[in-house]
């Protein structure tokens, strides 16, 4: 079952199965090492779902603003 990234709570782990976004979101994301396929952990979310969402990839943590995060879309890995 796939979900939005900002469902998923803090410690979960996930994998990026597809990124709804223009050539511009998906190259910055790329920057930040994030792209479809790659497995990362939710570090921390926003109270009130608006801040930024910081993941954990590769050994490094990056923060996602809450509207491009929204447009990630992830299968939980158990």
Do not use: F, N, Y
Not at 20 to 34: E, F
Not at 41 to 60: A, L
Request: glycine letters at 12%; aromatic letters at 0%; proline letters at 3%.
């Amino acid at each position: 079952m796939t979900i939005q990234l900002t469902e998923l709570i803090v410690g979960q782990q996930a994998r990026i199965v597809e990124i709804a976004g223009g050539h511009h979101m998906l190259a910055r994301l790329a920057r930040m090492g994030i792209h479809k396929g790659i497995k990362l952990s939710m570090v921390s979310t926003p109270i009130i779902r608006r801040g930024p969402v910081v993941v954990s990839v590769s050994g490094s943590q990056v923060a996602i603003g809450h509207g491009m995060a929204i447009k990630i879309m992830v299968e939980h890995l158990s």
